[in-house]
């Protein structure tokens, strides 16, 4: 599976912005997909996550304000992409932003050691 995220910028507090991350190769096995970020200094961190049927989960931190949702490419059903709407960001949402993809789902969504493929990130920065 390969992954590339876009839609990363800077924003100020209050600000929206909406990420991107094409999937293609095996996504209908690989079909388990999270967003994750990283703020310099810390650990990757899960904030939200979706599954093959479209149940989602968020970290706390994001509820209410991020959504997470994926489409499929009419064309080519092995093409999906996952999107990240983010609405009232602040300056503690900011960091690289990646998507990973995995075959398994788990209430452990948030984990980073189970996600077997990963984008190479995109940056968003929100300023005060």
């Known amino acids: 599976v390969h992954l590339v995220e876009s839609g990363g910028g800077s924003v100020q507090r209050g600000g929206s912005l909406r990420l991107s991350c094409e999937a293609s190769g095996d996504t209908d096995n690989y079909y388990f997909m999270t967003w994750f970020r990283q703020a310099p200094g810390m650990e990757r961190e899960g904030v939200a996550n979706i599954g093959r049927i479209g149940r989602t989960n968020y970290a706390d931190s994001v509820k209410g304000r991020f959504t997470i949702s994926k489409d499929v490419a009419k064309t080519d059903s092995a093409k999906k992409t996952l999107y990240l709407q983010m609405t009232d960001l602040k300056p503690e949402d900011s960091g690289v932003y990646y998507c990973?993809?995995?075959?398994?789902?788990?209430?452990?969504?948030?984990?980073?050691?189970?996600?077997?493929?990963w984008g190479q990130g995109t940056q968003v920065t929100v300023s005060s």
């Open positions: 990973a993809a995995d075959r398994r789902p788990s209430l452990n969504w948030s984990g980073t050691d189970r996600y077997k493929f």
